[in-house]
């Protein structure tokens, strides 16, 4: 038990993916033009958290060769937990989620079909597709298909509250936006430029001119979303604050952090905009 206490401890923010699951969740109400269901709320607030969790320690046991090499002092590599205890806790938080998934085709058909297709393209992520090798050689490529899981998610919380918005404008903005914003803060995480080259982090591999035009593809998606979801101007400021900071990135790429940060508050923001907009607008 103390080694499970030790890996949630380090490795799994508990209380930055319960505000990233509740800011979620409301933001999938604003947006559903329907009376807050707390139940509903609710499930969708654990069925969220569970996955990011479970995400956790999928990542942890199958980065455990990366991290003997350039991160030895984590739980697995330092052997506070074996894998065989990591793979235990994978298979219960698996079985949750899988009774979270009967429970939301209880609540609605959409929201069950959503949830279940994050859950199989989560275990498709964990196997890397079956073709681990050749897409840990395209690191951009690799992050692409680990990202879009997020869609499904994303419109899994909306049909919690109305399931006639899952196939709509506003729907797809939703999932587009939060996409742009997870993306973003995946790449943000990963330019440290002396990082080990076994990390092959997108600095390091891409270049600052390439990052610069993979986060702008980014931010003119999310800034698109805004449009449609009628709250540009929420969404245009952050944008422009990570553009003007890109130039960073070439002038003094040992600053990284500063962009980092930046990119990790837009997410925070991003998933709680549309409810602060929403309420904002009710005043």
């Known amino acids: 038990m103390q080694s499970i206490k030790i890996l949630i401890k380090e490795r ?82 698996g079985v949750v989620l899988a009774l979270f998934n009967v429970g939301s085709f209880i609540l609605s058909k959409a929201s069950g079909v959503l949830l279940l297709i994050a859950l199989i393209w989560l275990f498709l992520m964990y196997r890397e597709f079956f073709v681990g090798l050749w897409l840990s050689s395209r690191p951009m490529l690799y992050a692409i298909t680990h990202q879009i899981v997020i869609f499904p998610l994303c419109l899994f919380a909306v049909a919690l509250f109305n399931a006639d918005l899952v196939s709509s404008s506003e729907g797809y903005a939703f999932g587009l936006l939060i996409l742009s914003a997870f993306f973003s803060f995946e790449i943000g995480r990963k330019l440290d430029p002396n990082a080990h080259e076994v990390l092959k982090t997108y600095l390091r ?79």
Request: charged residues 15%; glycine residues 4%; positive net charge.
């Open 12 to 93: 799994l923010p508990i209380v930055p993916n319960l505000i990233l699951a509740v800011g979620l969740m409301l933001s999938a109400y604003a947006i559903s033009n329907q009376a807050l269901n707390v139940f509903n709320f609710m499930v969708g607030v654990f069925a969220l958290f569970l996955f990011v969790s479970e995400l956790r320690f999928m990542d942890e046991l199958k980065d455990v060769e990366k991290d003997l090499i350039a991160n030895p002092d984590r739980p697995l590599p330092r052997k506070a937990i074996t894998e065989a205890q990591v793979l235990n806790i994978i298979l219960a938080t």
């Open 205 to 283: 591999v891409y270049g600052p001119k390439k990052v610069t035009v993979f986060i702008c593809i980014l931010q003119a998606l999310a800034i698109t979303a805004g449009i449609y979801l009628s709250m540009f101007w929420w969404v245009f400021v952050p944008a422009a604050l990570i553009l003007l900071t890109l130039p960073k990135l070439f002038k003094a790429p040992h600053e990284y952090k500063k962009l980092e940060g930046l990119i990790s508050l837009n997410l925070i923001y991003t998933v709680w905009a549309p409810a602060i907009h929403y309420f904002v607008e009710k005043l």
